[in-house]
Nanobody, 125 residues
Framework: QVQLVESGGGLVEAGGSLRLSCAAS????????MGWFRQAPGKEREFVAA????????YYTDSVRGRFTISRDNAKSTVYLQMSMLKPEDTAVYYC??????????????????WGQGTQVTVSS
């Protein structure tokens, strides 16, 4: 069965850095586009970043572009989110997800069908 397990969350000061990891199992990792989403208290779950399975093309939401970097290691079946220059507004539970094949809807949470349990990221001011 498909399993996605996030790790690496924690408490960090504004301006600091943190790297999240998502370990995948139960499927051919290299054949699927993967994404990161986040959800802050009282807000909708929103798209953060995605990386394709084919070319490794990356996509980012405007608020994190230039600060966050998504990457993947197919040999380790792991996707990463390197977060730098963190801001208090980045505070949220971060989730990794596997995309449903087909279409260029990388930003749409409805186009992902498997999700991890989430990891908390808290940025203090």
């Amino acid at each position: 069965q498909v399993q996605l397990v996030e790790s690496g969350g924690g408490l960090v000061e504004a301006g600091g850095s943190l790297r999240l990891s998502c370990a995948a199992s139960g499927y051919i990792f290299s054949a699927y586009t993967m994404g990161w989403f986040r959800q802050a208290p009282g807000k909708e779950r929103e798209f953060v970043a995605a990386i394709t399975y084919s070319s490794g093309t990356t996509y980012y939401t405007d608020s994190v572009r230039g600060r966050f970097t998504i990457s993947r290691d197919n040999a380790k079946s792991t996707v990463y989110l390197q977060m730098s220059m963190l801001k208090p507004e980045d505070t949220a539970v971060y989730y990794c997800a596997r995309k449903i094949p087909g279409g260029n809807y990388y930003y749409d949470r409805l186009r992902y069908n498997y999700w991890g349990q989430g990891t908390q990221v808290t940025v203090s001011s």
